[in-house]
């Protein structure tokens, strides 16, 4: 089992920036068969996967949405995920969510809301 628990969500202006925080459990961040992503879900749309980065961390993908703003990274000695989130744009609004993987079986934390007024 893999515990997931996101935090630093908020409201900001835009332009503004954040950190998120995903706390992992279960496993270690480090782990190679541990895949790590964010996704995040706006009001009435789908969920959206804006990031994801490599089991030994050297290397990360970004959606085009958000290449160029956000980073993805890992702490190993503290066993967390993280969303740097810069340049911050009202349509960034939603909620946060943090997943890993391991083979076929998915795990999500409870989310964070990130708001972003103009």
């Known amino acids: 089992q893999v515990q997931l628990v996101e935090s630093g969500g908020g409201v900001v202006q835009t332009g503004d920036s954040l950190r998120l925080s995903c706390a992992v459990s279960?496993?270690?961040?480090?782990?190679?068969?541990?895949?790590l992503a964010w996704f995040r879900q706006a009001a009435e749309k789908g969920r959206e996967v804006l990031a994801t980065?490599?089991?030994?961390?050297?290397?990360?993908w970004y959606s085009n949405s958000v290449k160029g703003r956000f980073t993805i990274s890992k702490d190993n000695a503290k066993n967390t995920v993280y969303l740097q989130m810069n340049s911050l744009k009202p349509e960034d609004t939603a909620v946060y969510y943090c997943?890993?993987?391991?083979?076929?079986?998915?795990?999500w934390g409870q989310g964070t809301q990130v708001a972003v007024s103009s």
């Open positions: 997943n890993g993987e391991v083979g076929s079986r998915a795990y």
């Open positions: 279960g496993r270690a961040v480090g782990d190679s068969d541990l895949a």
């Open positions: 980065i490599s089991r030994n961390g050297g290397g990360a």
